[in-house]
Structures are given as structure tokens and as C-alpha cells.
T-cell receptor, first 113, second 116 residues
């Protein structure tokens, strides 16, 4: 069964305290793994797409990495404005080409000033 | 600013009433989607449309219907609302349908619906 699990559910960090969020997945045929950021009262905002194991993408203080079983979102020296819920989603190939996108439940990140 | 516009932003609806949530995009994306987001359950796909004139069922389609008369608009209708449809509804789009590539989803800011 296709599954995406994010951990931890919530994380509180001091400003400047680096950490990583985890997204573990089990899918048959990965077409892509996506990271989104969601602020309260807003829709998810796209951050990265990763296609294959070993790939890395960076944007400001964020770096996403991918292995065959999981992805990490590394946050380096975070600032309070990085506080948000981070969602991971996996696109799984289907024979009928109507791929399935499975979302994790997210990690709520709170950066304390 | 290009993107997805949803209306209304919030609504309180009596059970049994009919309601249409509106979604318009100006990015000329082929594919559009409706998701609901519930605490502890994450985002779940209700219906989708790979291109104008076609629609398909997602994970949780019961009680909802959609239409795609043109590229830009993708309304979601609740024919007879029930309390379990209380949720935040997000409309999304992607340049191409899933299966053609892995273009990311672009989301609107949601409609918060409460069914009493």
C-alpha cells in the first residue's frame, strides 16, 4: 500500500538551531517527491521536486535530499519566518498514467526568536 | 498576480443545503483538482480534471460533484451538505495531468466550510 509518513509531527526550535524533517515513503514506482510549505490560513506553497535517489535541491535556508526510502528537509540556522507546516507528497506511477499523489500529514515547525 | 482564486473564503451552511465552491485559475494549466484538508488526515483528493471537458473521481468523491466547462474554472458542488463535509477545501492546478509529468501543484488559499 502506498504510504507517506512525516516525522516529527511538530518541532520547536530556537532561532539559529538547525534540524531536519523526515518524510518516509513506500510507493510502487516513484515519479517525484514534492515538498510544500503551508502557512496558517493559506494553501500549500511549492518548494521542491526531487526525482531520484541522491538528488538534492536548495533554497535559502532549506535543503531537500532524497534516498530510495525517505527524504529529508534540512533547515539551517532557521529564522522565525520559517515557522510553518511542511508537507511532503509523493507521486506514484500508475499503469493507466493517472498517477496518484499521496500527501503526508505534515510537520508543524515553530521557530522561537 | 497569477494563481488560483477560491470563493468564498469561508461559509457556514445548514445541513441539507446545496453549495458551490468556486475556483478560477489564470495560469492556463491543463489539470485542476479539489482537495479537502482535515486535522489528522491531511490532504485528500475529491475530484480532478485532466483537461477541460473531462473529470475524474479521487479518494473521497461521495457527496461532491464537479464540472470543467473551460480551462479556467472548476467549481465543486455539494448537492446536500452533511456535517462530515465540514472541512477546508483547496483547489489546485498543475501544468499537465499526473502521469504526463511531475509538474507541481499550485494551490488556492482555501474555503473553510462549516456544515451545521
Amino acid at each position: 500500500e502506498d504510504q507517506v509518513t512525516q516525522s516529527p509531527e511538530a518541532l520547536r526550535l530556537q532561532e539559529g538551531e538547525s534540524s531536519s524533517l523526515n518524510c518516509s515513503y513506500t510507493v510502487s514506482g516513484l515519479r517525484g517527491l514534492f515538498w510544500y510549505r503551508q502557512d496558517p490560513g493559506k494553501g500549500p506553497e511549492f518548494l521542491f521536486t526531487l526525482y531520484s535517489a541522491g538528488e538534492e535541491k536548495e533554497k535559502e535556508r532549506l535543503k531537500a535530499t532524497l534516498t530510495k526510502k525517505e527524504s529529508f528537509l534540512h533547515i539551517t540556522a532557521p529564522k522565525p519566518e520559517d515557522s510553518a507546516t511542511y508537507l511532503c507528497a509523493v507521486q506514484a506511477r500508475r499503469m493507466n498514467r493517472d498517477d496518484k499523489i499521496i500527501f503526508g500529514k505534515g510537520t508543524r515547525l515553530h521557530i522561537l526568536p | 498576480i497569477a494563481g488560483i482564486t477560491q470563493a468564498p473564503t469561508s461559509q457556514i451552511l445548514a445541513a441539507g443545503r446545496r453549495m458551490t465552491l468556486r475556483c478560477t485559475q489564470d495560469m492556463r494549466h491543463n489539470a485542476m483538482y479539489w482537495y479537502r484538508q482535515d486535522l489528522g488526515l491531511g490532504l485528500r483528493l475529491i475530484h480532478y480534471s485532466n483537461t477541460a471537458g473531462t473529470t475524474g473521481k479521487g479518494e473521497v468523491p461521495d457527496g461532491y460533484s464537479v464540472s470543467r466547462a473551460n480551462t479556467d474554472d472548476f467549481p465543486l458542488t455539494l448537492a446536500s451538505a452533511v456535517p462530515s463535509q465540514t472541512s477546508v477545501y483547496f483547489c489546485a492546478s498543475s501544468a499537465f495531468p499526473r502521469g504526463m509529468d511531475n509538474s507541481p501543484l499550485h494551490f488556492g488559499n482555501g474555503t473553510r466550510l462549516t456544515v451545521t
